[in-house]
């Protein structure tokens, strides 16, 4: 490849992460405590005032959970949708989110601190995950795509089923609300450890859906076409989709659900960039995270209270969803 | 409530028991063949538990007023509360709510109960007035819907007793409300403060929210300006507002924060002041909201000088010493 078409090819990543860049300034410069830019750069270089450095201090580990959450949601979603041949494929499809729901939902029953809700929704994410991929490892049903499906289905049913169970038990007056508000979801929560210790198994799901690849894109083909090309199929989509779902708990177990934009940012990137896996997903995460960027800033822009981010990443996902719907119906 | 708040339901409803003692044990075993969780009254005290909470504000109500007469808990307490509160509590069977959130009651189970009377608390609105109509008809039994406003306790109370037939020892509890509420409502200004509720302390109360009437009726002022009753803010937010002190009633997150210089540090560079509130056997300010914040009322009247009223309302309340209730705690 000459370098035109090389620089070509990478445009559309440098131009997502750009923007990604800008609004993180902006999500930086901008908040209740009015701070001048000028000194939020001091205090970034250890020069700042006392009130500068609260603000980096509160405003930095939000920052980081949105634009974390947000990629891990956009690149896993481009995962399950290329392994599914299916647009309609999101990170929630074996029920992972379901299964975080009612980790934290219980580890808040049992009136556990932050970090171990955090903790026990990760595992719950992974255990629902895992329940899905098992069940489907146990069927014999063509390529198993299917199978996969259906076992999604089945356990993030009983996933919620369990959920409701502990919102009915749950006390009205403390764990109630703080369960209802812990599945709406926030990135206001998380702290600077929190957002880091999540960025872990985010960064290592999305580093073995890059390096995947190519190989996704046969796999999106049919099992046949891969096995004729010398690929272990099953062994290949086990791998993606384990990846997939160790990104999307990781993100729900830091910020709650949050949804539409493991939906959303794979359709954006694809009118962008096209099929292809390896421009497909880092887009995807790039978009991701500008979408979940936005969503934060808007969450705490009508006043003092929160909106959850769970709510708006429906309000918005779902008109601009129809409208890259729409855009992409008129180009075929 | 207040201004057509938000605050929860006490509701009340009731009937004539024309049966006899055994007819009571009959229905009662028949309610608790059908609460499988549920551990029963013991049989001494069967034939005269005959009046039904429809929730948990209720409940507390008819506690204090005529314990020996509460069929069950609309919502069975926590351990630590029942550990805490004298022995007939932990005996007394979950019945379920009739009203608000949480587990619903089997309205078979409580109709084979054959309350002489069931008792709601709070909400006198027209909504929660056509739903006791709809569920007095539903049980045939007598209900009664008592006013919830915290004004209102002592009225209350002179209520509660005289339907329980307690009218001495309810005159005495309402005379001392009556008392209490006095002087609350004469406290000196205090300071303005956060009230924080839940693991990460971010749900809040604003300004004239159910959960802070207690603590703004006695002068103080609450930061948290919103359009809401409960919501969530940030962190960030919360630094902004700039309280003088942080209230909870939740012991983990005051441990979680008594060193956390994002949370106590003062933009005047002072450092803020952190109020833990008792929260057994019930909340001093909130949850539920019923007659437990007389507690928050009497200490926040005269912080200094309330040990001997606080002892009295604890023992009348909850039957309790003062010594295992509690104190306010100012964390250093």
Known sequence: MDPVSRLK????????????????????????????????????????GPEAELVLTLRGPRLLAALTCGAALG????????????????????????????????????GAGTVLVQSAAF?????????????????????????LILCGVVAGALASAGLGLVVIVAEPYSQLPAITYWLLGSFTRATLAEALFALGPICLGGAVLLWLGFRLDVLSLGDEQARSLGLPARRLRLTALAAAALMTSAAVALAGVVGWIGLLAPHAARLIVGERAGRLIPVSMAIGALFALVIDRLATAFGPAEIPVGLLSAAVGAPAFLFLFVTASRRS | MHGGGTMRVIRSMGRHMTTTRRSALIGLGGALALSACSRGPSRDDAGRRDVVAAGSPAALLVWAVARERLAGWPRRPGQATLSALPAPAAGLPELGSLTGNGRQANLEALAAL??????????????????????????????RLIDGALGRIPDAIREAGDLLEAGRKADALADQAAE???????????????????????ETGFRGALATEVLEGAAWTNVAEGSRDIGRVTREQVAAWDPEVLVTLDRGFAMAVRHDPVWRWRRNGERRRLLLLPDLPFGWVDRPPSVNRLLGCAWLADPEGSTMTLGALSRRLYGMALVEVGQPRWIL
């Open chain 1, 9 to 48: 090819s990478t445009l559309p990543t440098l131009a997502a992460t750009l923007l990604v860049v800008a609004c993180v300034i902006a999500v930086l410069a901008t908040g209740p405590l009015a701070i001048p830019p000028a000194d939020l750069l001091s205090a970034a270089f250890g020069r700042g």
């Open chain 1, 75 to 110: 690149g896993a979603g481009a995962g399950f949708q290329i392994l599914f041949r299916n647009p309609l494929a999101a990170p929630d499809l074996l029920g992972v989110s379901s299964g975080a729901g009612l980790g934290a939902a219980l580890a808040l029953l049992l």
């Open chain 1, 123 to 147: 595992a719950g994410g992974l255990a629902i995950g895992g329940l899905a991929l098992g069940c489907a490892a146990l069927t014999r049903s063509g390529d198993g795509r299917l199978a």
């Open chain 2, 114 to 143: 054959r309350p002489r009377l069931i008792i709601d608390y709070g909400d006198t609105d027209p909504e929660y007035q056509a739903l006791a109509q709809r569920l007095k008809t539903r049980l045939g039994a007598d209900w």
């Open chain 2, 180 to 202: 209490v509420l006095e002087h609350w409502r004469r406290a000196p200004p205090g300071p303005s403060f956060y009230y924080a509720r839940g693991t990460d302390g971010l």
